[in-house]
């Protein structure tokens, strides 16, 4: 068992795969266990991966049962478990069904079972079929049992059926009965699927076998199927189930839903197809056309035979068919037709769809034959005619038959009649529109009244079938004139029509229909709710078999809820809204009916001789009409009275107008019908002339066509004014219906009546009737259209122009939306009524047309010509074709032999025949309008052919010709049937990327499209692998749009048929088009006819009614204003975006496109921000965006960004995204707050554009993102942790773009973004960057993190620099050699900065890295002067801009600056790079700001030689006025003046210039800058830059702490001279408080930071002038903290403390001198506390405390932190008092920090003290003292004192606090506590209370213009590691005469052993003491030196002390503050030297 022992120990993966067999089985139950508990995503699944087909495929029996167990439960839990389906499944199939165990068979079904249920059931399909072709039939049994379990338990719609049919009869043929038994139950469980669709694929296999299966079938039950275990995907539907199972088997409800559930399966679908054509006779086409009869039949017969293949293979049959067509319609011999029509019918079921291109050939003969009596005959072609319906539409053949149906012979009336019943039955609502109804119906009217009764029966058939398919709702309208006896008749046929399409809609829609029509309302189902229904019932017409779609069952709800008023809205002679018609009343019974309701005394004042009784009868009428309800008004008899004698003969016009008013209110009160309306309305024509009246009548007019709609009333009223002779009528006639018109809508008017009375009225001689009609025309334009203008071509050219000045006039307004017609109608249904009339407008229109027949110009001899050999033959026959067209303008579509003449001229070898039939098709689609569909199959196709031509200008003809058919046929006739497929399937570059363009063009417009494009998918897959990139690209720009049709699931089922590695391609690129996939274009986009009638405008009426009415601001927002009014539905709105969207460019779209773009939504941001925060959207986090992405960012901008600009930026073409960008680019400027407020999203959707392939967009979306940025930075804005997160990963990935140019704009964006966001937070982003797996991302990212430390320095390494190197470094083994070299430069980069440190952070690196990197710093180091060069040349980008991001500014340095900038900028370029060259010269610096003149003095005539003299001649020019100290000749530069007061760019880039990596350059714009502040009347100009100045100078300190500093080569006087500089310019700067208070918190933060750090830089300190700089900071430092706004400095002191505090790099120093300043600060509160903002500070406080509760900052080492903190309270409280709890306003929830309690405890503890007004009023800094003395005993106040003094770091406090106590308890013993203390002790302290003595009776003296306060000491900010420093300067008290100050000034220079000069001649303290007059520096100044004895004194005292010599030891003396001593004190020696330096230069 020794061998056990070793395996036991292995790790399970390791055991399963183990030669013993023990192992194995022990592994494999090892891992059933870990199987079935571990969790679905671990990682350690994918170990498995390789082994589990060893599991199964175990050769040991026992040891393959439980690794089948272990298999098993790994498919069933493991993520991963798909990808191991192909092998085990073979696995299982072909060494488990051959096992003789059963439990094994068993466990193998149940693995394949799994495998479908985790979606792989292809996979396991086709291994299963593999295993039928296996030797071994225990091998065939299983697999067939499994497939037979399988289908069973998951269903027909998963299991595909077609492969296992097909190899069905193979089986039943078996030698082994155990297979043919198997098979048998197969065959039985697939019946119970598909029942009789198996019977045909069956039919030959053995009878006896068969009849078996029949006995077996009629056991099958006959309850349809259900599915009954579910895919992981189909989880809901598993509840479902579940919940129907637990309520009792199958509960009612679930009946719908399951029938949806199983798929009809066709038979036809099942057939193997076969090719016919080559089987066909040789000698067939001889024979069919020889003159014996029994000839043609042997031909005919042989047809016969083959088309009786239930699938025919595609192909061209044009030629048989032509044959058969000619047999059926001429030959003589009757059987012999019936035969030809037998094998029509056969080709046609066998063809189905692709029969269809031959439809339009065969019907007309057919219908025609039916003349025929022979009963076999008409049976033979009533057949052939159906079968051929079911392959096209009914559509495509309306002409055909309509054009048979006026035929005289009766047998041709009934038969057509017939076939037309039949075919509508098969009909949905949908199938069967307005549009097709009217034609029918009209001509179905005409056979009703036929003479013959067979005709009349089959026209009430047809009737009674168009009835109960398309709803009385629709066909009612067309019923109009029908009486009652035939339309009871039509309604009995109805009722017994059976519908192809199952029983269910015939029950249905019987119930819904038979009510309304008893009741008043009229059709309630029908067509409102069809329209509804129409997408549910879109399904193209499917054969018999499949029948079942979605519409009709669902007829009766939507119906219902439109209500009546489709019907009343629509409709010439449309049902009224309560009766048709009303009979005409006898004058007796109207008297009567009167009577009943009005007052005698009316009646008979009516016709009164007296006018006054007259008119007082007819205010009792309106009084009486007024008051009735509509119920009891009998409105005919009211009219007929009006009308009675005098009638509308009344002479006196009041009474005539209150009669028309009367009119009016009946017309509205009432149930008014035509009949009334006809007695009044001649009166009212009569009268609309009148001058007093017309307004009357018209209101009459108007009021009576809302009762019986606009169009009757209409035709009445034109009617009668033209038959009248007053011009005055005619013209008030045609005004008014202009106007009604647009109140009402265009809807139902008939045109055609219109445009002949407009004709006489343009002929009429007044010219007001002539104005009138122009009038008219011009609003019907707004509806109908330029086609209008077709019909007025013949008029005067005159009458021409006018009125196409009127249609001038027109373009571009919209139609408003109809306000009047709706309201009466109920509000849901009038909608539909009018969308669909709007559609069928332009149709009339053009049906209107005078079309003519061509017919029978085109001849056999003009054909012929056509088809001639010579090529001038056939030109002469296409340029006759050309003529004919253009004489006949508008054509029937008629055109006999022309089209496959012109097809085969398609293909003709001369080009220019080609191109010249194109345009004859281009020509043709427009002459006969969208009759032209009938010919897309048989000519339209052949065009796209044409597209593979090899010419350009070929091919762009062939497209042109087929957008201009597309344009009149819309889409469906070109994607039905499998003729796009065949042309995409060709292998022709041209024609594939041509057609893949057009479809991308066209899809993305259409709502649904032919289930035939399916079709074209797998060629469309084969296209995105084609070697032609065009075609390549072509394919993937269609991939979406197939997909937004078609769906992801169909579109990736697709796949399967693909080789594996194409397949995973193809799914790659399926999943990216997924996250592009435009949405469908909303609803009812009926595009195709309406574009046909050139009726665009009439579509777009709401729509862009709504742009002018609601301006565009409710634009945005409510998509259509009038929606209330207009009663419509929701979905209306919808509809109106959706047509805009289609919109054709003959809408000048400007109208809604004004107003911004951008809409600022007040907190939006933040609201989205704290969604995605609470998880209530999705985070912006994905490798390639998903739908759901795009749709909730869809969603968000929906608020705040324009309609159509989110239009255009979700457009699914690229070219959209483009116009989107450029809009956005001209309104960045004028739109900034817009901008801002949208940022985040706009930036989303900016990312969304990084994953678009196409290259122009990319290239706006980074010009749009430099300018974004450039903007946000001139804002000062600062990106939010959201925005970036959510933009910057995916902009880094765009720095590996392989193209140059684009990688060069992304890094300059980077570049700006560090203007706005901090560079050490963008470091992370690109240090992710450099993770990718493109080398040339890596590559780039390594180069940027180079960039980024050389200008911020080390800082910006996140998270430690330690650990950022630590990563760079692994780059330098990459395998790409660009990657190697980005990240040894930018170590090197890095070493530069930083020096050897570098070593000690990268760590062990291996010896091949590290030789590297060495080899690569001595090379660097070899270059001259590397550093200056290169910034200088390699990147004056980065020299310029980046470094000098902190500029804020920056529009790009030469984009707006005046020309004199750019030249300025220009030469400090040149100048830069040759100092590159000398970088020791310094000649450039400013003198005021020079320490170190001698070097000048010495150096400079020899660098002047040096330089060449043209750059020379520059620096002069430029420089030299800078140079020159004296204020009178302050020109800072040629330039700057003028420019500063033109524009601010200048001091943008002198600012920009301050953070150079350049000293020099540095120096000079710092020198500018002091220039200006300086001078009091430019300092202004600085407003609104300090910021920015700030932020450049603290990056310029950070450069040099970081850079320069370590830069061995670099003279450090330089270094000096540039801190001199910028604290210079600083000081300056803060002496000018109301410039020093626009400096922001964050600012402050950094600066303070910044010169903190620079405080403690011991390596100044080396510096020979090192002291005196930091002396300066001190100083500075005191001007910022008293002359910042004190509520930013303060709140920015406690941030950076709160941060230095948790940064575990700082040095405790650091955060001890953050504290002094907040002391300093705490001090000053007295005089400030009214001019803060408490609530901000508060809210630092409570963030602070929050960081750091008390036990927190109780671990501190020193106590500093939290003593400072109770300090800062103690102050506040003590002078806002209790006021102080109101300032809490800002902080969310005070509960999160101690801070109110505290407050609190000082509040009360305040309030008990006794203490008086004199404790309060201490304004010194101990206040803890106070708080101290009154909890404990005066000895422990000393005590404390004393430990404080005797302590290392408090001793300065120590004494401070002696002696303020002492001070205010004068009589306090300090002896007992000096008495145990050393003699030095005591000594000690005795000196330092008389420091402070002195020191606080000095300041008396100098009467508080210091201000330094009393206790001084507990701010005294060391400098250094070894300096001293001390308190800082305040600067409140009152100013003092100069003389003081001269007096103490005189006694400085003495003690520095200098002469006095006189004042007068001492230039001005340029250099850090700002200017002389200010008093505040002198006197800092002043005492410094006074002191400077005592420090060197007390400083020697320390070193006595046993303290660490390191230790900062503060003393209490007003030290290093002021502006270096020597600089003050060599003040006349410096002057000196400039006068020399002067005069040298002269």
Not at 1027 to 1041: H, I, M, S, T
Not at 1195 to 1213: I, N, P, R, Y
Not at 1888 to 1914: D, F, H, N, V
């Amino acid at each position: 068992m020794g061998d056990d022992s070793e395996w036991m120990k292995l790790p399970i993966d390791q055991k399963c795969e183990h030669k013993l067999w023990k192992a194995r089985l022990n592994g494999y139950e090892e891992a059933l266990k870990l199987f079935q508990k571990l969790d679905d995503k671990s990682p350690e699944w994918s170990k498995y991966l390789g082994l589990i087909k060893k599991f199964v495929t175990d050769s040991n029996a026992v040891a393959q049962l439980k690794g089948l167990e272990a298999a098993l439960a790994y498919v069933e839990n493991a993520h991963v478990a798909g990808k191991t389906t192909g092998e085990v499944a073979s696995g299982v199939v072909n060494k488990v069904f051959n096992q003789p165990k059963a439990r094994a068979k068993e466990l193998g079904l149940d693995i394949c079972l799994m495998y479908i249920e985790i979606e792989k059931g292809e996979a396991v399909q086709e291994e299963l079929l593999k295993g039928l072709d296996n030797k071994n039939p225990k091998i065939i049994v299983a697999c067939i049992e499994t497939l037979r379990k399988a289908l069973s338990e998951f269903g027909s719609k998963i299991i595909s059926l077609k492969p296992i049919i097909k190899v069905l009869p193979k089986l039943f043929e078996s030698r082994e009965k155990a297979v043919r038994d198997e098979a048998k139950l197969l065959a039985v469980e697939i019946y119970r699927w598909i029942r009789d669709a198996l019977r045909p694929p069956l039919q030959n296999i053995n009878s006896v076998q068969l009849k078996e299966l029949e006995e077996e079938w009629v056991k099958v039950s006959s309850a349809a199927p259900k599915q009954t275990r579910f895919l992981r995907s189909q989880q809901e539907l598993k509840a479902k189930f579940e919940q129907q199972q637990a309520a009792g088997g199958d509960a009612d409800g679930g009946d719908d839903d399951e029938e949806e559930a199983v798929p009809q399966v066709d038979a036809y679908e099942l057939l193997e197809a076969v090719e016919i054509l080559s089987k066909l006779p040789k000698d067939f086409y001889e024979k069919i056309e020889a003159k014996k009869w029994q000839e043609r039949k042997e031909a005919l017969e042989a047809v016969e035979l083959l088309v009786k293949n239930p699938k025919l293979e595609s192909g061209d049959y044009a030629d048989l068919v032509k044959v058969l067509k000619k047999v059926v319609g001429k030959d003589t011999n009757v059987m012999l037709v019936a035969l030809a029509a037998k094998c029509l019918t056969g080709l046609a079921s066998g063809l189905r769809k692709k029969f269809g291109q031959y439809a339009g050939h065969v019907v007309p003969t057919i219908l025609e034959k039916f003349k025929e009596k022979k009963p076999q005959v008409v049976q033979a072609l009533q057949e052939a005619i159906d079968a051929i319906f079911l392959t096209t539409t009914l559509q495509n053949i309306s002409e055909d038959v309509l054009a048979v149906m006026d035929n005289k012979n009766p047998t041709i009336k009934q038969q057509t009649s017939l076939f037309i019943a039949r075919s509508f039955r098969h009909c949905t609502p949908s199938t069967l529109p307005k549009s097709l109804l009217k034609p029918f119906c009209a001509a179905l009217l005409k056979h009703i009244n036929d003479s013959a009764p067979e005709v009349r029966d089959a026209g009430f058939e047809a009737l009674g079938t168009a009835l109960k398919v398309a709803g009385e709702k629709a066909v009612n309208p067309f019923l109009a004139d029908v009486d009652k006896l035939k339309l009871d008749r039509i309604k009995e046929c109805a009722e017994k029509v059976e519908l192809v399409y199952g029983k269910k809609t015939g029950g249905a829609a019987e119930k819904k229909e038979g009510k309304p029509i008893a009741g008043k309302t009229p059709a309630f189902s029908g067509n409102g709710g069809d329209k509804e229904t129409k997408d549910a019932a879109a399904k193209p017409l499917k054969k018999a078999p499949a029948a079942k779609p979605g519409g009709p069952p669902k007829k009766g709800k939507p119906a219902a809820a439109a209500g009546v008023g489709g019907a009343g809205a629509k409709g010439k002679k449309g049902p009224e809204t309560k009766e048709i018609f009303e009979s005409e009343l006898s004058i007796e019974v109207c008297e009567e009916k009167a009577a009943a309701v009005l007052p005698a005394s009316c009646i008979q004042q009516l016709d009164s001789g007296n006018w006054k009784e007259r008119l007082a009868c007819m205010e009792e009428f309106q009084k009486a009409v007024e008051l009735m309800e509509r119920s009891e008004m009998p409105c005919q008899a009211l009219v007929r009275m009006l009308a009675k004698k005098p009638g509308w003969k009344e002479t006196n016009f009041q009474v005539m107008q209150m009669k028309l008013h009367i009119v009016a209110l009946i017309a509205q009160k009432g149930n008014f019908s035509k009949t009334s309306a006809q007695v009044v309305l001649d009166g009212l024509v009569d009268k609309a002339g009148d001058v007093k009246c017309g307004s009357n009548a018209k209101e009459a007019m108007t009021a009576i066509a809302e009762a019986c709609q606009l169009p009757w009333t209409a035709e009445q009223v034109v009617a009668m004014a033209f038959s009248q002779k007053n011009p005055k009528n005619q013209s008030e006639t045609l005004n008014w219906l202009s106007n009604a018109i647009k109140e009402f809508g265009f809807s139902g008017l008939n045109v055609k009546a219109f445009i002949s009375n407009v004709k006489t009225a343009l002929a009429a001689t007044n010219p007001a009737v002539r104005t009138s009609a122009i009038t008219l025309l011009g609003v019907m334009y707004l509806y109908v259209g330029p086609s209008l203008r077709m019909f007025f071509e013949d008029e005067k050219p005159a009458l021409l122009s006018q009125i196409d000045a009127e249609f001038e006039k027109m373009q571009g307004q919209t139609a408003p939306a109809p306000t009047r017609g709706i309201s009466r109608h109920s509000v849901g249904g009038g909608d539909d009524g009018e969308e669909e009339e709007q559609e069928e407008v332009g149709n009339d229109v053009v049906d209107l047309l005078p079309r003519t027949d061509i017919g029978d110009k085109i001849t056999a001899e003009l054909v012929s010509k056509i088809g001639d050999k010579n090529w001038k033959i056939r030109k002469e026959g296409l340029d006759e074709v050309t003529s004919i067209i253009n004489e006949a303008k508008f054509i029937e579509p008629n055109i006999g032999e022309l089209p496959a003449a012109l097809k085969s001229r398609l293909n003709d070898s001369n080009k220019i025949l080609v191109q010249q039939t194109l345009s004859i098709l281009q020509q043709l689609a427009t002459a006969m309008g969208p009759n032209i569909k009938q010919h897309v199959k048989n000519l339209g196709i052949p065009v796209i052919t044409v597209l593979g031509d090899s010419k350009n200008n070929v091919r762009a003809a062939a497209l042109a010709t087929v957008n201009a058919w597309a344009e009149q046929t819309g889409m469906k006739e070109w994607l039905e049937g499998e003729d796009l497929s065949e042309e995409l399937k060709k292998e022709n570059p041209f024609l594939r990327q041509e057609l893949l363009g057009w479809l991308a063009e066209k899809l993305p417009t259409l709502r649904s499209v032919p289930s035939d494009l399916l079709l074209c998918v797998p060629h469309l897959y084969s296209c995105l692998e084609d070697r032609n990139g065009d075609v390549r690209k072509k394919a993937q720009d269609a991939l979406p749009f197939f997909m937004m049709h078609l769906g992801f699931e169909k579109m990736a089922k697709a796949t399967s048929k693909l080789k594996p590695t194409s397949k995973d391609q193809v799914l790659a690129m399926l999943e990216k088009a997924k996250a592009n996939m435009p949405a469908k274009p909303a609803p009812p986009a009926k595009a195709s006819s309406r574009v046909a009638g050139g009726a665009a405008p009439a579509k777009f009426q709401p729509a862009s009614a709504l742009a002018e009415d609601s301006g565009p601001n409710t634009m945005e927002s409510k998509p259509d204003p009038k929606r209330a009014k207009a009663g419509g539905t929701s979905s209306k709105a919808k509809g109106v975006q959706g047509k805009k969207v289609l919109s054709k460019p003959n809408l000048k779209e400007d109208d809604d496109k004004s107003g911004p773009i951008f809409i600022i939504v007040p907190n939006g941001k933040e609201q989205r921000m704290k969604d995605e925060k609470g998880l209530k959207v999705l985070k912006w986090n994905f490798t390639t965006p998903r739908d759901e992405y795009i749709e909730q960012l869809k969603t968000q901008m929906s608020s705040c960004v324009a309609k159509w600009l989110q239009d255009e930026m979700f457009h699914a073409d690229f070219q959209h995204h483009n116009k989107a960008l450029a809009v956005m680019i001209e309104h960045l400027e004028s739109e900034k707050d817009g901008v801002i407020s949208c940022l985040d999203l706009i930036l989303k959707w900016v990312t969304l554009r990084f994953f678009d392939t196409n290259t122009s967009v990319l290239m706006k979306t980074l010009e749009y993102l430099k300018l974004l940025f450039n903007l946000l930075g001139q804002e000062e804005y600062h990106l939010t942790e959201n925005e970036a997160s959510s933009f910057i990963p995916y902009l880094i990935l765009k720095v590996g773009e392989p193209k140059d140019v684009i990688r060069r704009d992304v890094r300059a964006i980077l570049n700006r973004m560090c203007l706005i966001y901090p560079a050490s937070k963008m470091f992370t982003f690109i240090m992710e960057g450099t993770k990718s797996k493109n080398s040339k991302q890596r590559a780039e990212c390594l180069e940027e993190l180079g960039c980024l430390v050389e200008s911020y320095g080390m800082n910006v390494c996140q998270p430690t620099p330690g650990k950022a190197l630590k990563e760079m470094a692994t780059h330098i083994g990459d395998r790409d050699n660009t990657v190697r070299n980005a990240a040894l430069n930018t170590i090197v980069t890095v070493y530069n900065v930083h020096g050897d440190q570098v070593f000690k952070l990268i760590g062990n690196l291996s010896e091949k890295d590290m030789s590297m990197l060495e080899e690569r710093i001595k090379r660097s180091a070899k270059r001259p002067s590397a550093a200056p060069v290169r910034q200088a040349e390699e990147k004056p980008q980065r020299t310029q801009n980046i470094s000098a991001n902190a500029s804020m500014l920056r529009k790009g340095p030469a984009e707006d600056m005046s020309s004199k900038l750019k030249i300025m900028y220009r030469t400090y370029r040149i100048q830069n790079r040759n100092m590159g060259s000398h970088s020791e010269t310094t000649h450039t610096v400013p003198r005021e700001f020079q320490l170190d003149l001698d070097e000048i003095e010495n150096d400079n005539g020899t660098v002047r030689c040096e330089m060449p003299a043209l750059v020379q001649h520059k620096l002069d020019d430029i420089f030299e006025p800078v140079l020159i100290p004296e204020p009178k000749i302050r020109a800072v530069s040629p330039h700057f003046d003028d420019m500063h007061s033109n524009t601010a760019s200048t001091i943008n880039f002198v600012i920009s210039q301050v953070a150079s990596g350049d000293i020099n350059t540095s120096i000079q714009a710092l020198a500018q800058i002091d220039e200006v502040l300086r001078q009091e009347d430019k300092a202004e100009a600085m407003s609104g830059h300090i910021d920015q100045f700030l932020i450049a100078t603290f990056m310029q300190l950070r450069l040099i702490y970081n850079t320069h500093m370590a830069d061995e080569k670099l003279d450090k006087d330089e270094i000096v001279k540039l801190y001199s500089c910028i604290i210079g310019s600083m000081i300056s700067l803060f002496q000018i408080e109301s410039l020093a208070r626009e400096a922001s918190t964050g600012v402050l933060k950094d600066l303070m930071h910044g010169l903190i750090t620079l405080m403690l830089d011991s390596r100044v300190e080396d510096l020979e002038e090192g002291e005196q700089v930091i002396r300066s900071v001190n100083l500075l430092v005191v001007k910022v903290l008293e002359k910042s706004d004190q509520t930013n400095i303060l709140s920015a002191l406690l941030v950076l403390l709160q941060d230095s505090l948790l940064a575990t790099a700082s040095s405790p120093k650091f955060s001890e001198l953050v504290m002094k300043c907040l002391w300093r600060m705490v001090r000053l509160l007295p005089e400030t506390i009214n001019s803060i903002n408490l609530d901000r500070i508060l809210l630092d406080i409570h963030i602070f405390m929050k960081v750091f509760p008390k036990e927190k900052l109780k671990q501190c080492k020193s106590e500093f932190p939290i003593r400072t903190l109770k300090t800062l309270l103690h102050t506040l409280c003590k002078l806002k008092g209790p006021k102080i709890l109101d300032h809490l306003t800002m902080i969310d929830n005070k509960n999160e920090s101690e801070l109110e309690a505290h407050l609190c405890r000082v509040m009360k503890h305040s309030m008990n003290q006794t203490g008086s007004k004199a404790d309060k009023d201490t304004e010194k800094g101990a206040s803890h003292i106070e708080e101290k003395a009154s909890k404990a005993k005066v000895n422990d106040i000393l005590a404390e004192i004393f430990k404080k003094i005797g302590s290392k770091e408090n001793t300065k406090e120590g004494l401070a606090e002696l002696y303020e106590y002492k001070k205010k308890y004068s009589d306090a013993d300090i002896e007992p506590f000096l008495k145990n203390s050393s003699q030095f002790f005591q000594s000690y302290v005795e000196r330092g209370l008389r420091l402070i003595e002195t020191e606080r009776e000095g300041k008396g003296r100098i009467a508080a213009s210091t201000g330094i306060s009393p206790q001084m000491e507990g701010t005294c900010v060391p400098a250094s590691t070894h300096t001293v420093s001390s308190s800082i300067g305040n600067t409140n008290g009152e100013e003092v005469g100069p003389s003081v100050y001269l007096e103490r000034l005189k006694i400085l220079r003495q003690r520095c052993g200098l002469d006095n000069a006189k004042q007068e001649d001492r230039p001005p303290l340029t250099s850090l003491l700002s200017k002389p007059a200010v008093p505040t520096v002198a006197s800092s100044t002043d005492m410094l030196h006074s002191k400077l004895s005592q420090l060197r004194e007390s400083r020697e005292q320390y070193q006595h002390l046993d303290l660490d010599s390191n230790q900062t030891h503060s003393s209490g003396i007003g030290t290093t503050l002021a502006s270096p001593s020597s600089a003050a004190a060599n003040i006349d020696d410096l002057k000196k030297r400039l006068e020399r330096i002067k005069s040298s230069r002269k």
